[in-house]
């Protein structure tokens, strides 16, 4: 029976805060995983519907608290306080992050254990994509919690009160979960009935997990494993480019669409726009420039016009980030020619180029041989324009130490406002092991404390 019709079915659920103990058709108890393979099968696509909706929120909270985003007209004044910086605990966007950040985890933990109980039932190679499936998302959503919050968890299945640990042990955590991922799958290739029935279309799985095993390989600062990893997704062709599909926009819009405006509404800061270099042409793809906004504070805004539409499809990763993150291992590693080089294939990138529909800068190429902090700079400069809407800029001021502080509008932020998310009230409650939030820093430019 094919199940992808179900894809992002709880993905309507918008901004609204979890609760981790509502019943869902697409989440069947551990029982019913661990005694039906049907029920497993429709868990993998439950799966992949959660993890359409904690990646939004993530992504949603991040570019609000860095300069991506801010509040449109009638939000809610917590929507303008967290791009001015401010998230006090209980907020709903850091509850948001944190609840549906662990949903997707724990149905990735069920998955895993529905295909060792029920392996006998499976062939090999759909028990293999499902367990690929489940490793790689719970591997990129703890990713997303290892972003936002100072301490996570990262042992939660079963767990009456999961420990908290820091990303010196999260981390390889979730590298291991991708080399997992990748282990199955080199072991035994997806069969046809996962990937045509199970695996939402316009996902390339392998991709994906390559991808991400780049992505954080960067963050632990392992070049040669970042190099590697990147030079194994695919550069050109359909399956460059994953993407989460939404068959029924009127019941579970892409989630930008779901946030265009009303009480959670967010837009593109216009600054985002008017900062690139002349001639870049990345806006085309993401903004409308007809359609300008006054925020709720005054920001001033570009409508979007990739996610405009709610049928639109929402990019699980933007291809050139992996060649961004070989540009940026090549000149950590001394080898500057090949960096730019890598760098120029992005700056130029121009309509029509790969056969992939993605943000195309069409500029020229450097002049000159640049040294290796120009390199460095002019990789994140890339970054901030490809990238918009995936939550990664976060990061990416904390690993350049350009924390700033909050921005109190109509000052406009140039970078990330504040280092962590507060823990979630909820867990908290519930926890003896949450620990207090984690003091911000108080001069700036600034690092973080991980």
């Given at each position: 029976?094919?199940?992808?019709?179900?894809?992002?079915a709880?993905?309507?659920?918008?901004?609204?805060?979890?609760?981790?103990?509502?019943?869902?058709?697409?989440?069947?108890?551990?029982g019913?995983v661990t005694?039906?393979?049907?029920?497993t099968?429709g868990?993998?696509?439950?799966?992949?519907?959660?993890f359409?909706?904690s990646?939004?929120?993530?992504a949603?909270?991040?570019?609000?608290?860095n300069d991506?985003?801010?509040s449109?007209?009638?939000?809610?004044?917590?929507?303008?306080?967290?791009e001015?910086g401010s998230?006090?605990?209980?907020?709903g966007i850091a509850?948001?992050?944190f609840?549906?950040v662990y949903?997707t985890?724990?149905?990735?933990d069920?998955?895993?254990?529905?295909s060792?109980a029920?392996?006998?039932?499976?062939?090999?190679?759909t028990r293999s994509?499902?367990?690929?499936?489940?490793?790689a998302?719970?591997?990129e959503?703890?990713g997303?919690?290892?972003q936002s919050?100072?301490?996570?968890?990262?042992?939660?299945?079963?767990?009456?009160?999961?420990v908290?640990?820091?990303?010196?042990e999260a981390?390889?955590?979730i590298r291991a979960?991708?080399?997992?991922?990748?282990d199955?799958?080199?072991?035994?290739a997806?069969s046809a009935?996962f990937?045509?029935?199970?695996?939402?279309?316009?996902?390339s799985?392998?991709?994906t997990?390559?991808?991400?095993?780049?992505?954080?390989?960067?963050?632990?600062?392992?070049?040669?494993?970042?190099l590697?990893?990147?030079?194994?997704?695919a550069?050109?062709?359909?399956?460059?480019?994953?993407?989460?599909?939404?068959?029924?926009?009127?019941?579970?819009?892409?989630?930008y669409?779901?946030v265009t405006?009303?009480?959670n509404?967010?837009a593109?800061?216009?600054?985002?726009r008017?900062s690139?270099?002349g001639?870049d042409?990345?806006f085309t793809?993401f903004?409308?420039?007809?359609?300008?906004?006054?925020?709720?504070v005054?920001?001033?805004?570009d409508s979007?016009?990739?996610?405009s539409?709610?049928?639109?499809?929402?990019?699980?990763?933007?291809?050139?980030?992996?060649?961004?993150?070989k540009?940026?291992?090549?000149a950590?590693?001394?080898?500057?020619?090949?960096?730019?080089?890598v760098?120029?294939?992005?700056?130029?990138?121009?309509?029509?180029?790969?056969?992939?529909?993605?943000p195309?800068?069409?500029?020229?190429p450097l002049?000159?041989a640049?040294t290796?902090?120009?390199?460095?700079?002019?990789?994140?400069?890339?970054?901030?324009y490809e990238?918009?809407?995936t939550?990664l800029?976060?990061e990416?001021s904390?690993?350049?130490?350009?924390?700033?502080g909050?921005?109190?509008?109509?000052?406009?932020?140039v970078d990330?406002?504040?280092c962590?998310l507060?823990?979630?009230?909820?867990?908290a409650n519930?926890n003896p092991?949450?620990?207090?939030?984690?003091a911000?820093?108080?001069?700036f430019?600034?690092?973080?404390t991980?």
């Open positions: 029976m094919r199940m992808t019709r179900y894809l992002v709880f993905a309507a659920a918008g901004l609204a805060a979890c609760n981790l103990d509502l019943r869902n058709p697409n989440s069947p108890t551990e019913e005694t039906s393979a049907d029920a099968i868990l993998a696509t439950g799966l992949q519907g959660r359409a909706q990646y939004g929120n993530f949603y909270m991040a570019g609000l608290v991506e985003f801010a449109t007209t009638a939000a809610l004044i917590s929507i303008s306080d967290a001015q998230v006090p605990r209980g907020t509850e948001n992050v609840n549906s949903r985890v724990r149905t990735a069920e998955l895993l254990a529905g060792d029920l392996a006998a039932q499976f062939d090999a190679g994509g499902l367990r690929a499936l489940a490793y998302l719970k591997a959503s703890l997303e919690a290892l919050y100072q301490k996570i968890p990262i042992k939660t299945f079963g767990e009456i009160a999961p908290y640990v820091a990303r010196a981390l390889p955590y979960l991708l080399d997992s991922a990748a199955e799958i080199t072991a035994t997806p009935l990937n045509s029935s199970i695996l939402t279309p316009g996902v799985l392998p991709n997990i390559q991808l991400f095993r780049a992505r954080y390989a960067r963050m632990a600062n392992d070049d040669a494993g970042a590697a990893a990147s030079n194994l997704v550069r050109s062709g359909a399956a460059a480019l994953s993407v989460l599909t939404f068959p029924a926009p009127a019941v579970s819009p892409n989630f669409a779901n405006g009303g009480t509404g967010i593109p800061r216009r600054q985002w008017l690139m270099t001639g042409q990345r793809y903004v409308d420039v007809t359609k300008p906004q006054t925020g709720r005054g920001a001033l805004l979007w016009l990739r996610y539409n709610p049928s639109n499809p929402l990019p699980v990763y933007f291809p050139d980030e992996a060649l961004l993150i540009a940026e291992a090549l950590n590693t001394a080898q500057l020619a090949a960096s730019q080089a760098l120029d294939s992005v700056r130029t990138d121009c309509t029509g180029n790969r056969g992939i529909d993605d195309k800068a069409c500029l020229a002049v000159g640049l290796q902090p120009q390199l460095i700079a002019e990789i994140y400069n890339q970054r901030r990238l918009l809407g939550g800029r976060w990416d904390r690993r350049r130490s350009l924390i700033r909050a921005v109190a509008a109509p000052g406009v932020p990330g406002q504040r962590w507060p823990y979630a009230i909820g867990d519930a092991n949450v620990p207090a939030d984690p911000e820093p108080t001069t430019p600034s690092g973080c991980y």
